[in-house]
């Protein structure tokens, strides 16, 4: 059974800079395609970045382009979320999906995920 645990979360000032991480057990991390979601009270969940099974693909929504950096250390089974230059509009739970071992893409698509962590809250404020 695959486990996912995001930390990292807090809050912090506007202009801030946190970082997930999430730790996956269970199966051989470098298998998988691994993805971070956010949502909001009151919203659904909404893609944030992707990660390919090999690291050398990666997609963001264009909202967080060019301030957060997803990344991924096979050897510790764990994918990052460096995230800069934070916005009160960041703020949300913050969840890391894992695809199935078959799709080594980065998605986009919250349905292509099969295993979730719990979340972290993310608070942005002054």
């Known amino acids: 059974q695959v486990q996912l645990v995001e930390s990292g979360g807090g809050l912090v000032q506007p202009g801030g800079s946190l970082r997930l991480s999430c730790a996956v057990s269970g199966r051989s991390f470098r298998y998988a395609a691994m993805g971070w979601f956010r949502q909001a009270p009151g919203k659904e969940r909404d893609f944030v970045a992707a990660?390919?099974?090999?690291?050398?693909?990666?997609a963001y929504v264009d909202t967080v382009k060019g301030r957060f950096t997803i990344s991924r250390d096979n050897a510790k089974n764990t994918v990052y979320l460096q995230m800069n230059s934070l916005k009160p509009e960041d703020t949300a739970v913050y969840y890391c999906?894992?695809?199935?071992?078959?799709?080594?893409?980065?998605?986009?698509?919250?349905?292509?995920?099969?295993?979730w962590g719990q979340g972290t809250q993310v608070t942005v404020s002054s």
């Open positions: 990660i390919s099974r090999s690291g050398l693909d990666t």
């Open positions: 999906g894992a695809r199935g071992a078959s799709y080594y893409r980065a998605s986009t698509d919250a349905g292509d995920y099969s295993y």
